[in-house]
């Protein structure tokens, strides 16, 4: 920090709040366990048996319907259960059915900019690329949807999502492939405007990480049954068999063994989630986190949105801009409030401009959103004068 920025900056209270947030976990991935988990709480009947077995397969596809059933997904689209976390699903989409006609990948983050990465370097398909800076979008309305498109749905390390899905029309002739990691159960996603989708249990539901959730829309198996990709499939990565779909991947017959603990670490956060009101209770608990927070970048100066526009705003991996930080003070600022318990893992990721980033997803609770308040002052009045 500069100290012109140092001494223009306005004041914060420089006091010790008395009260910390009961769960400080704010960390954008894995994120906060739903309240009132316990490891205790976990059905165990399936640990150390065969994801094969009877109960293992009756489990696994027990947290596929709960997903199902949760998300008000139709009969249409399939839910896999897929190794290698968001990440995983999202390269075994690519791998599988890109290829068949022209492409386009969005990038305004980290991780859109990796799946560009994959596209030209691994993939060698030539995308357009259509790119933004860190809290902006690029303009939407020159995608070309003769084109497969990708773009995250909700960009992670910059705080940015996409407003809504009518700018994807219902007549395209690409596919459409959503990085949905921090998306899926905080936003009423169209489902008949995603082809695939990809997430892990790990962000909203939070959930453990490893696995990731592969869905396809009957466009995207349309592809896969009458496009052969000229590459090497890795084993991980075959969804088709003798020329067609192999369904048993999307009724608990996973590619590769999964974690037993996992999965009913998944299915207590689900069943959790159903409780509350499926995905409608967990997008208004993700609304509620992120409303609060925006009430104290409101009542500070020092505060800011990375993402300015408020109809791209994320409600889950919120973005913040502290005024006048760089990564040294940055660093300063989250290890005081990770010291004192008050908050966990809320420094901005590392390749986003230096600020911070506070999950607002719905496992977190809006009255730990509210305590946080006057710990950012402390801690930013505290960093100021180390």
Known sequence: MTDSAVTDAPAASAAKPATKPARPFFSSGPCAKPPGWDASKLASESLGRSHRSKIGKTRLQYAIDLMRELLGLPDTHRIGIVPGSDTGAFEMAMWTMLGARPVTTLAWESFGEGWVTDAVKQLELDPTVLRADYGQLPDLTQVDWSNDVLFTWNGTTSGVRVPNGDWIPDDREGLSFADATSAVFAYDLPWDKIDVATFSWQKVLGGEGGH???????????????????????????????????????????????????????????????????????????????????????????????????????????????????????????????????????????????????????????ADIEALGPWLDWAYATARHS
Not at 251 to 268: H, Q, R, W, Y
Not at 278 to 290: F, M, Q, T
Not at 354 to 366: E, F, H, K, S
């Open 212 to 366: 990731g959730v592969l869905i396809l829309g009957p466009r995207a198996v349309e592809r896969l049954e009458n496009y052969t990709p000229a590459r090497p499939l890795p084993k991980v990565f075959r969804l088709v068999s003798k020329g067609k779909l192999a369904e048993g991947v999307f009724k608990g017959e996973t590619i590769n063994t999964p974690s037993m603990l996992a999965v009913e670490d998944a299915i207590f956060a689900l069943e959790w989630g159903k409780s509350i009101g499926g995905a409608n209770g967990l997008i208004a608990r993700s609304d509620a986190n992120a409303a609060a927070l925006q009430k104290i970048v409101a009542d500070r100066d020092w505060l800011g949105n990375l993402a300015e526009d408020e109809a791209i705003r994320s409600t889950t991996s919120v973005c913040l801009t502290v005024e006048g930080a760089d990564e040294a003070f940055i660093k300063t600022f989250a290890g005081l409030l990770d010291k004192e318990g008050a908050a966990y893992d809320i420094a901005g990721y590392r390749d986003a401009p230096p600020g911070l980033r506070i999950w607002c997803g719905a496992t977190v609770d809006t």
